[in-house]
């Protein structure tokens, strides 16, 4: 099924006789081969509105990102969460979608400066379960109330309803950017710098160590930028090199695609836990034999990590380690009897997972949209 419009997915939920598999561009699946109807969204597209001025930007959920990047560019302007491009990692095709950004809070290395996804999501139209049209929040900030749906369908990974529009809040594209860079650290020390890095007055807004090398990034005025990065240099990342401009992007965009790992065999996961805790567990890791790689943003916050087909052991492994340090991991690419085998995301505790319960059976009660993905 393929809607054009937002009344004709309407029909089709409340139509519907078996279960509905959401499908946008189909860059990121993840968990386990669903099973029922294809819902294709990539119909319902278009750029609604856009005021440069107003920092403002209207979308339908199936437009391409790289069509609204394109839009933003035009005047200066780009999305502020760096979303993730997950094709090379997932050997996926098709181009990916603003309503797959939002139902996956779809969120890169900038997130320790601006924040994620949802936090420049400002409204959301939806059609619920019951083939209800659903909207919440505006062009402004201040527009939401009820429940916060804005919110709650960004990383509800379409469990909750079908997503059709979306309002973000965009910002401009700094004037400059720099990367002071280091290899040959361990990650105990690399994630160490990057704290000290982020904790300084210095407006971080990239924070890596990938495998042997440490990077720090800082955008803005010409002269902010270039003070900024003396600073640093002469205090917590002394003995650190500069990069600029396009060899500085291009850093960053391997370690927002996580690039190291697309070539390489094994299950990837992603975990967040304290930034500190990153190097804490790998060595926790390693220490039970499970071999891995492993790769730090968000100031050691986020760690991919690359690790054989191990099966429902290596998995019980990650998330007995997680347990004291009160993080989460989530399966993103494996085999298919691996996803079958394990949960992609990490299990709710029993209150948690009462609340996820009552959700989807109050925006779906009939149990159709993407069933089985999220518990």
Request: hydrophobic share 45%; aromatic share 4%; with cysteine.
């Amino acid at each position: 099924m393929r809607p054009e419009t937002e009344a004709e997915l309407a029909e089709m939920v409340v139509g519907a006789q078996a279960p509905l598999v959401i499908r946008g561009g189909g860059t990121r699946p993840i968990g386990a081969p669903l099973a029922g109807d294809r819902l294709e969204m990539s119909g319902v597209s278009g750029v609604v509105l856009h005021e440069p001025g107003a920092l403002t930007l209207v979308v339908k959920a199936g437009t391409s990102v790289a069509e609204v990047e394109k839009v933003l560019a035009a005047e200066g302007q780009r999305l502020p969460f760096e979303p993730m491009d997950h094709r090379a990692l997932l050997g996926t095709e098709g181009q990916p979608t603003m309503g797959g950004l939002v139902a996956g809070n779809v969120s890169g290395s900038r997130r320790v400066q601006v924040g994620a996804c949802r936090d420049f999501l400002l409204g959301v139209r939806f059609v619920d379960g019951m083939g209800q049209v659903l909207k919440n929040g505006g062009r402004v900030m201040k527009n939401v109330t009820g429940y916060d749906l804005v919110k709650l369908m960004a990383g509800s990974w379409g469990t909750l309803g079908v997503l059709t529009e979306l309002s973000f809040k965009v910002l401009a594209i700094p004037q400059a950017e720099a990367t002071l860079v280091r290899r040959g650290l361990s990650a105990t020390a690399g994630v160490g710098l990057l704290g000290r890095a982020l904790g300084s007055p210095f407006d971080v807004s990239g924070a890596a160590y990938l495998e042997d090398r440490t990077q720090v990034r800082l955008e803005g005025l010409s002269g902010s930028v270039a003070y900024r990065v003396a600073q640093l240099q002469a205090g917590a990342l002394a003995g650190f090199d500069v990069v600029e401009g396009a060899e500085s992007a291009a850093l960053w965009q391997e370690v927002r695609d996580v690039m190291p790992f697309a070539q390489a065999a094994g299950a990837v996961w992603r975990v967040s836990v304290k930034p500190s805790d990153g190097p804490v567990l790998s060595a926790g890791l390693q220490a039970q034999g499970l071999r891995h790689r492993a790769i730090y943003d968000w100031g050691g916050g986020l760690v991919w990590l690359l690790v054989g087909e191990t099966g429902d052991a290596g998995a019980a492994e990650i998330r007995r380690q997680l347990a004291p340090l009160g993080g989460h991991a989530t399966l993103i690419r494996g085999s298919d009897s691996l996803r079958a085998q394990v949960p992609v995301f990490q299990p709710d505790s029993g209150p948690l997972a009462a609340i996820s319960k009552g959700l989807r059976d109050r925006f779906d009660p009939k149990g159709i949209l993407n069933p089985g993905l999220m518990g």
